[in-house]
T-cell receptor, first 113, second 114 residues
Framework: QQQVKQSPQSLIVQKGGISIINCAYENTAFDYFPWYQQFPGKGPALLIAIRPDVSEKKEGRFTISFNKSAKQFSLHIMDSQPGDSATYFCAATTDNYGQNFVFGPGTRLSVLP | EPEVTQTPSHQVTQMGQEVILRCVPISNHLYFYWYRQILGQKVEFLVSFYNNEISEKSEIFDDQFSVERPDGSNFTLKIRSTKLEDSAMYFC????????????FGPGTRLLVL
């Protein structure tokens, strides 16, 4: 119930292409879904986040699509750039005391020049 | 831009030794967290801390672990008697609000237990 599944495990995209990473969850109590970007040797950095009351959120080239009924959400990176090459983690948490984030296993994205 | 800082960046220790990992959260944040990431694996929650007490902890956070906020700025994770399997990257994070806002992660401390 506490798991967040993420796919694909790795992704290779050409420069300018669209990168799509998918996540799915079971716990319907989750109500906050952030995406984190992690470069090698660095800590995860908050990229974009969504709440289940909206179906889509866009910030620059990054868009989260959220399907509450399917319990799925995805990250779309438009016009992918080599600088986007990193590991991406989706996460989920509940609006309760403590805010334990459950992370997905990560997707290693490589954007080819 | 304010950021979470962590020291040391790397720590090598012998099995059975105590280690203290230090973090300085973002100054106006009230909620603090420790996570670990074993090499190549996902980030795992260890503990959250608010109002000078633990608010939630995972199964990983057993009696060997403790956290403390010894002063107004530092937040520490102590591992009393390190084991080989404690080797990992340890991330501190902080957030301004309990929910609805992102957690901001530090750069991590790479702990190697020999």
């Amino acid at each position: 119930q506490q798991q967040v599944k993420q796919s694909p495990q790795s992704l290779i995209v050409q420069k300018g292409g669209i990168s799509i990473i998918n996540c799915a969850y079971e716990n319907t109590a989750f109500d906050y879904f952030p995406w984190y970007q992690q470069f090698p040797g660095k800590g995860p950095a908050l990229l974009i986040a969504i709440r289940p009351d909206v179906s889509e959120k866009k910030e620059g080239r990054f868009t989260i699509s959220f399907n509450k009924s399917a319990k799925q959400f995805s990250l779309h990176i438009m016009d992918s750039q080599p600088g986007d090459s990193a590991t991406y983690f989706c996460a989920a948490t509940t609006d309760n005391y403590g805010q334990n984030f459950v992370f997905g296993p990560g997707t290693r994205l490589s954007v080819l020049p | 831009e304010p950021e979470v800082t962590q020291t040391p960046s790397h720590q090598v220790t012998q099995m059975g030794q105590e280690v203290i990992l230090r973090c300085v959260p973002i100054s106006n944040h009230l909620y603090f967290y420790w996570y670990r990431q074993i090499l190549g694996q996902k980030v795992e929650f260890l503990v959250s801390f608010y109002n000078n007490e633990i608010s939630e902890k995972s199964e990983i956070f057993d009696d060997q672990f403790s956290v403390e906020r010894p002063d107004g700025s530092n937040f520490t994770l102590k591992i009393r008697s390190t084991k080989l399997e404690d080797s990992a990257m340890y991330f501190c994070a902080s957030s301004e609000v309990r929910t609805g806002g992102g957690q901001y992660f530090g750069p991590g401390t790479r702990l190697l237990v020999l």
